[in-house]
């Protein structure tokens, strides 16, 4: 069974731009979570979607933001980059509901912002 | 609110050492709890988990009991391998009026020495 997969693997960009992250979940997982962790940090979280709507949002301006496609899908867009915004961003996915207690999380998006 | 704790790290050990990580955790309700490690350059994955009182999680060698009347689940090992040195977290997932919110503790650096 494939597991949770991340795209890309590493980014660089300069303040000021936007980016987007891609995650496609475990097959049959419908929830898609998004954390931020900066270097030495714990995580963070950004979002959570479930059947195609967001369900939940962690303490983030609203130049965070992301969706969720119609095959569970699900990408992060970050606008006017900073440079704090420099962080390893994770996807984890689940079942839903109270089946949905484990998260699987992918190996993550390295963003550098310079 | 929901929170989780745990213990700051770096912690050192010697090769078969003993090891334990403590985690108490507050939540209302009767909230699963979970340990994650994530090894260098990758994601987290899922060591343990218990879903009730008095539950034992084990796995990989790494064993934790949810104490309910303590409100702890602390990570234990009888004796660690420098394959362990990783980042671990404490994690709970609590569900309030149908709504699922996932917590993580800041994470314990563990750094084994041969």
């Known amino acids: 069974e494939a597991g949770v997969t991340q795209s890309p693997t590493h980014l660089i960009k300069t303040r000021g731009q936007q980016v987007t992250l891609r995650c496609s979940p475990i097959?049959?997982?419908?929830?898609v979570y998004w954390y931020q962790q900066a270097l030495g940090l714990g995580l963070q979280f950004l979002l959570w979607?479930?059947?195609?709507?967001?369900?939940n949002r962690g303490n983030f301006p609203p130049r965070f933001s992301g969706r969720q496609f119609p095959n569970y899908s699900s990408e992060l867009n970050v606008n006017a980059l900073e440079l704090e915004d420099s962080a390893l961003y994770l996807c984890?996915?689940?079942?839903?509901?109270?089946?949905?207690?484990?998260?699987?999380f992918g190996p993550g998006t390295r963003l550098t912002v310079l | 609110g929901d929170s989780v704790t745990q213990m700051e790290g770096p912690v050192t050990l010697s090769e078969e050492a003993f090891l334990t990580i403590n985690c108490t955790y507050t939540?209302?309700?009767?909230?699963?709890l979970f340990w994650y490690v994530q090894y260098p350059g990758e994601g987290l994955q899922l060591l343990l988990k218990?879903?009730?009182?008095?539950d034992k999680g084990s796995n990989k060698g790494f064993e934790a009991t949810y104490r309910k009347e303590t409100t702890s689940f602390h990570l234990e090992k009888g004796s660690v391998q420098v394959s362990d040195s990783a980042v671990y977290f404490c994690?709970?997932?609590?569900?309030?009026?149908?709504?699922?919110?996932?917590?993580f503790g800041t994470g314990t650096r563990l750094k084994v020495l041969a």
């Open positions: 984890a996915s689940s079942l839903a509901g109270k089946k949905g207690d484990t998260q699987y």
């Open positions: 097959s049959g997982h419908t929830s």
């Open positions: 979607y479930d059947e195609g709507e967001e369900r």
């Open positions: 939540a209302t309700g009767y909230p699963s």
């Open positions: 218990a879903t009730k009182a008095d």
């Open positions: 994690a709970l997932r609590s569900s309030t009026s149908g709504t699922y919110k996932y917590i």
